[in-house]
């Protein structure tokens, strides 16, 4: 079994930049962990006409408390494996809302 690669967030262009792997047509749109180096979501919408991307977008915006908008797929617009950038947040402060929903994903499984 091999080493998963650590999940980073990197100082963009613009904004903090990171790695995300989508699940298309799950269930429920919602944060499912960290894998392989990236963050994982599950997304309801379909990968068809950009509506996973754009559900991506809205989601990353409830996350992160920030305008839809801010967000832009960097690589994989048509991969599962996206590179994501949030312009105007420094990837510390993305590092702090990711491990505090982190922690309430974790809380969750755990009761």
């Known amino acids: 079994m091999g080493v998963s690669a650590p999940f980073r967030v ?11 792997i ?14 392989d180096g990236a963050l994982k979501i599950r997304l309801a919408a379909p990968p068809v006409d950009g ?3 754009e559900e991506l977008a809205g989601f ?17 617009q048509s991969s599962k494996r996206k590179t994501v950038e949030a312009r105007g947040l420094k990837p510390a402060e993305a590092e702090k ?10 809380g969750k499984r755990g009761k």
Not at 60 to 71: C, E, I, N, Y
Not at 97 to 106: N, P, Q, T, W
């Open 60 to 76: 990353l915006s409830r996350l992160f408390g920030v305008a839809k908008s801010s967000f832009s797929i960097v690589t994989g």
């Open 22 to 35: 989508v699940a298309p047509r799950a269930s429920k749109t919602g944060l499912a962990g960290i894998h």
């Open 51 to 53: 509506a996973a991307n």
């Open 10 to 20: 990197t100082d963009g262009r613009d904004g903090a930049r990171f790695m995300v």
């Open 97 to 106: 809302m990711i491990e505090s929903a982190l922690a309430e994903i974790v």
